[in-house]
């Protein structure tokens, strides 16, 4: 008995959201479980914020676990989109607007936590503004977010077809 061209792929589709998972998992539990607790003093940003200067290379590691996370998450809506379309289409697609609208969420997320890091203690080119850097940042990565989903509905609707 010999597997179809469209099994095999279907398995191997299978397995790369399985590894997927796995490296969601393994990130989540390492961001959660040790940079997190490590970092974060509940009820006390000040000291929060020492334990981040004081842990620049954690922080940065804790920053690409999440985000390497979040492609992983990306990812695996497009597998499922393959495995769920011979199915159901409608079903497919439904899958992938939600995992990739939790992305796109957990993306702003991380916008904001890079702003706070960049504006707050002063990275690079951006200057020290303390906790007005992260009230700055939070307005940067709300509008941001914001402004991507309107252009997601004028460019998905036709609207800017409809306006002209």
């Known amino acids: 008995?010999?597997?179809?061209?469209?099994?095999?792929?279907?398995?191997?589709?299978?397995r790369l959201a399985g590894l997927?998972?796995?490296i969601i998992i393994a990130c989540g539990i390492f961001s959660e479980a040790y940079v997190r607790a490590t970092l974060i003093v509940p009820g006390d940003a000040a000291a929060t914020?020492?334990?981040?200067?004081?842990?620049?290379?954690?922080?940065?590691?804790?920053?690409?676990?999440?985000?390497?996370m979040l492609l992983s998450d990306v990812a695996i809506a497009v597998i499922f989109y393959l495995l769920f379309r011979p199915v159901h289409r409608g079903l497919a697609l439904g899958a992938?607007?939600?995992?990739?609208?939790?992305?796109?969420?957990?993306?702003?997320?991380?916008?904001?936590v890079l702003l706070d890091?960049?504006?707050?203690?002063?990275?690079?080119?951006?200057p020290e503004m303390g906790v007005a850097g992260s009230a700055l940042a939070s307005t940067i990565s709300q509008w941001i977010g914001a402004l991507a989903g309107l252009l997601f509905v004028?460019?998905?609707?036709?609207?800017?077809?409809q306006v002209s």
């Open 96 to 112: 992938a607007a939600f995992r990739l609208t939790q992305a796109s969420i957990l993306g702003m997320n991380l916008l904001n």
């Open 1 to 14: 008995m010999t597997n179809q061209p469209s099994e095999i792929a279907a398995i191997n589709h299978a």
């Open 117 to 126: 890091w960049l504006l707050i203690f002063g990275v690079g080119i951006f």
């Open 49 to 68: 914020a020492s334990n981040i200067l004081a842990f620049p290379s954690l922080f940065r590691i804790g920053f690409a676990a999440d985000t390497l």
């Open 20 to 22: 997927l998972y796995l």
């Open 154 to 161: 004028v460019v998905k609707t036709g609207l800017s077809r």
